[in-house]
């Protein structure tokens, strides 16, 4: 609950600098800028919230719990929920207010869109992704594309809400996943990967699509993406290095899964991300 002690952010306000802002049907997204070493005071917002980490990184503390915010970690923040922020090193953020329309259209189909949520990888990431790319081109086509990907986004919070509410994975899913974390750029086999946890390879599967939505191969090569553009964000390496290095057998494997999932080219997200 939100005390007196909790600054209180009006709509379209933000502590970090305002690089750029677009409006539309009740939507607002905001590119903001944060120096290294800025120490938030803990504060909430007044609307519904995204927050995508585009650049640098940032420690966000909720209650007695911190968390470390890098590159394409995304969160949903309802209203009044609050967080305090410290920054490590320069941040770049694309922020996302909906209103209360957005949020009354959500509840008629029931969709639960009123505790924070994280939305560490998976489809949110790639969706939020393509947001930013809209956000930055903007033509005739762009409100409609942003409204269109919002929907989805909010239906993929809902998704993770309503998944982390009413079951629990088994306690070996996160061995699991710790694993694939660790080694997501070895050509592991399915059976390897159950036999550290000692479960049927069939069984993990299952269990595995269940709680995470997708298939041990499509989630590895998220995280194979999210290592590329991590590096693509925060370095000059070039993109044959940084493939080899996610796993991928060249550059060209990695472009082809980069925009599969993304919607663009590692060059192009780079040029997108060098664009001030």
Sequence with gaps: MVTNEVLKLPAGHFLGQTLRTYEVSGLRLTETFYPVGMKQPEHAHELSLYCFVLAGSYVETVGRRARTRRPLALAFHPPGSPHAE????????????????????????????????????????????????????????????????????????????????????????????????????????????????????????????????????????????????????GSDDSLADIALAAGFSDQSHLSRTFKQHTGMLPSQFRNLLRRR
Excluded at 119 to 139: C, H, I, M, S
């Design 86 to 233: 410290t920054y490590g090193a320069p941040g770049r953020h694309l922020l996302v207010e909906l209103n209360s329309r957005w949020m009354d259209c959500a509840r008629e189909y029931q969709a639960v869109l009123d505790r924070p949520v994280e939305l560490q990888e998976g489809a949110p990431t790639w969706l939020v992704t393509k947001l930013y790319n809209e956000f930055r081109r903007l033509d005739g086509v762009s409100p409609l594309a942003i409204e269109g990907v919002i929907l989805e986004l909010m239906a993929e919070t809902s998704r993770r809400a309503v998944g982390s509410a009413e079951s629990r994975p088994p306690h070996w899913l996160g061995q699991v996943t710790d694993v694939l974390h660790e080694r997501f750029a070895e050509n592991l086999g399915l059976r390897e990967v159950a036999a550290t946890v000692n479960v049927h390879a069939a069984h993990l599967a299952r269990v595995f699509r269940k709680f995470k939505g997708c298939t041990i191969g499509d989630y590895v090569r998220g995280l194979r993406v999210q290592h590329a553009c991590r590096r693509i964000s």
